[in-house]
């Protein structure tokens, strides 16, 4: 069965605090998307990774994968508010002719004061 | 407008209505998606359409119906729905490899439909 499994799935962080959000797949994929989610609004996209050890990196979060490990980190440096959200990383897959993205649970992120 | 677009934004029905909800996309994209988001449960792809063909129907219900009549548009006609097929709806659309994209998606802002 195919599975893309998030954790943690509820995260509690301090501003200023540095921590890393882990997707774990298991299937072969050499890309992978990272989404944002908003209460209410819709799915924002964050990173793109098209091969293994891509790393790309905006402001204060950084998203790397490991196609050998089926592994993808978001890490957040310094949290502040804003980056309060639903993190959610896909796996693209290509059973048969066409392609699809497999969709983790998402993990909720809470920056407090 | 830009990017994707869904109306409308809110929907409520009956078990015995008919309704449609409608996507665009102004990005010149060749793939459209309809995904449902329920509460605890992973994104689940419904259909995709690439270059106006279905190429990817996931066991839907026959109660949901897409229609897509050009690459930027698609629809998802609603009949004698289910109060658990109460969530939000979204419309995505990528360009595919073939195409020269990477097929990252483009998300709308939803359609959130509630069955009575």
């Known amino acids: 069965e195919l599975k893309v499994e998030q954790n943690p799935l509820f995260l509690s962080m301090q501003e200023g605090k540095n921590y890393t959000i882990y997707c774990n797949y298991s299937t072969t994929s050499d890309r992978l998307y990272w989404y944002r989610q908003d209460p209410g609004k819709s799915l924002e996209s964050l990173f793109v990774l098209l091969s293994n050890g891509a790393v790309k990196q905006e402001g204060r979060l950084m998203a790397s994968l490991d196609t050998k490990a089926r592994l993808s980190t978001l890490h957040i440096t310094a949290a502040v508010h804003d980056l309060s959200a639903t993190y959610f990383c896909a796996v693209d897959i290509k059973p048969g002719n066409n392609r699809k993205l497999i969709w983790g649970l998402g993990t909720s992120l809470a920056v407090n004061p | 407008e830009t990017g994707v677009t869904q109306t409308p934004r809110h929907l409520v029905m009956g078990m015995t209505n008919k309704k449609s909800l409608k996507c665009e996309q102004h990005l010149g994209h060749n793939a459209m998606y309809w995904y449902k988001q329920s509460a605890k449960k992973p994104l689940e792809l419904m259909f995709v359409y690439s270059l106006e063909e279905r190429v990817e129907n996931n066991s839907v219900p026959s109660r949901f119906s897409p229609e897509c009549p050009n690459s930027s548009h698609l629809f998802l006609h609603l009949h004698t729905l289910q109060p658990e097929d109460s969530a939000l709806y979204l419309c995505?659309?990528?360009?595919?490899?073939?195409?020269?994209?990477?097929?990252?998606?483009?998300f709308g802002p939803g359609t959130r439909l509630t069955v009575l």
């Open positions: 995505a659309s990528s360009q595919d490899l073939l195409a020269g994209g990477d097929n990252e998606q483009f």
